[in-house]
């Protein structure tokens, strides 16, 4: 029922930036939450930051508050995720992911999302 593509993903020095986009399609009024994801080799994928696509709300993990910055683009049906001050911590593919309802105090929680995209691969470098 909805479609979502990322793009902007790169391999950049520590201390760099990027910019990741994550269009959706389809049944949009259905995804009241949108949030980024990541995952490392080894590691479980983890809530990156989330936006209540409606209110504006927004909830980001405490590792990137002050460098990640998630906004929205209602026409284009598109959410960005602005990212500086990269670390090599950072490195990991990153997912965009729809959910209809999030609780908000859940809304970084992986379970609660049903659309993904395949994900662009972030790498930074010491």
């Known amino acids: 029922q909805v479609q979502l593509m990322e793009s902007g993903g790169g391999s950049v020095q520590a201390g760099g930036s990027l910019r990741l986009s994550c269009e959706a399609s389809?049944?949009?009024?259905?995804?009241?939450?949108m949030g980024w994801f990541r995952q490392a080799p080894g590691k479980e994928r983890e809530g990156v930051v989330a936006?209540?696509?409606?209110?504006?709300?927004?909830k980001y993990t405490d590792s990137v508050k002050g460098r990640f910055t998630i906004s929205q683009d209602n026409a284009k049906n598109t959410v960005y995720l602005q990212m500086n001050s990269l670390k090599p911590e950072d490195t990991a593919m990153y997912y965009c992911?729809?959910?209809?309802?999030?609780?908000?105090?859940?809304?970084?929680?992986?379970?609660?999302?049903?659309?993904w995209g395949q994900g662009t691969q972030v790498t930074v470098s010491s």
């Open positions: 992911a729809a959910g209809p309802a999030v609780v908000a105090s859940q809304a970084l929680g992986v379970r609660f999302y049903r659309y």
């Open positions: 389809g049944y949009t009024y259905t995804a009241g939450y």
């Open positions: 936006i209540d696509r409606y209110s504006g709300t927004t």
